[in-house]
């Protein structure tokens, strides 16, 4: 048996449902419209604008967030990451904070009328309140799965006489 860790969203420190299986956007209403927000991450802050932000459990790492720049973890992985989409850099103090590892203290308060969190198998959005604080954290249990045994490489199949 093998262990998959999702993770929970919060607003204001209030618990969203259900847990994310693979990743979250963080956008406007319309989100080709320029996401406006405040970043914290590893104790530096920055206003950014920018077309939003991925935010991505292990399972999620192979999809949006990989052509966003973010890396493929494996999937026993608990980390979250996070990818700051197209970034324009307006008045940052400082290096671009661009994504990695979510730190403790990462945490997004929404700068804009009409944020929403467009979360993974969720058919519709959850609006997000001007000032409101996001934060994401692992889920506290993982979803236990059976996992196929390993394969040999495609290539070491062709090379067999």
């Known amino acids: 048996m093998s262990a998959l860790w999702r993770m929970r969203a919060l607003i204001n420190d209030v618990p969203i449902s259900p847990l994310v299986l693979n990743d979250v956007l963080i956008a406007g209403e319309t989100p080709p419209v320029t996401t406006r927000y405040s970043i914290r991450c590893n104790g530096q802050e920055q206003r950014q604008w920018s077309s939003g932000l991925w935010i991505s459990t292990s399972a999620g790492s192979t999809g949006a967030i990989l052509s966003a720049g973010g890396e493929i973890r494996p999937l026993s992985d608990?980390?979250?990451q996070f990818r700051v989409r197209e970034l324009f850099p307006v008045h940052l103090n400082g290096p671009a904070i661009r994504g990695g590892?979510?730190?403790?203290?990462?945490?997004?308060?929404?700068?804009?009328?009409?944020?929403?969190?467009?979360?993974?198998?969720?058919?519709?959005?959850?609006?997000?309140?001007?000032?409101?604080?996001?934060?994401?954290?692992?889920?506290?249990?993982?979803?236990?799965?059976?996992?196929?045994?390993?394969?040999?490489?495609?290539?070491?199949?062709?090379?067999?006489?």
């Open 78 to 80: 608990r980390n979250i």
């Open 101 to 161: 590892m979510l730190p403790d203290d990462f945490v997004i308060t929404n700068r804009m009328s009409r944020m929403c969190l467009y979360l993974d198998g969720q058919p519709s959005a959850l609006p997000v309140p001007f000032g409101a604080k996001l934060r994401f954290v692992t889920s506290e249990t993982p979803l236990l799965y059976f996992a196929p045994p390993e394969r040999k490489p495609m290539e070491q199949c062709l090379s067999m006489p």
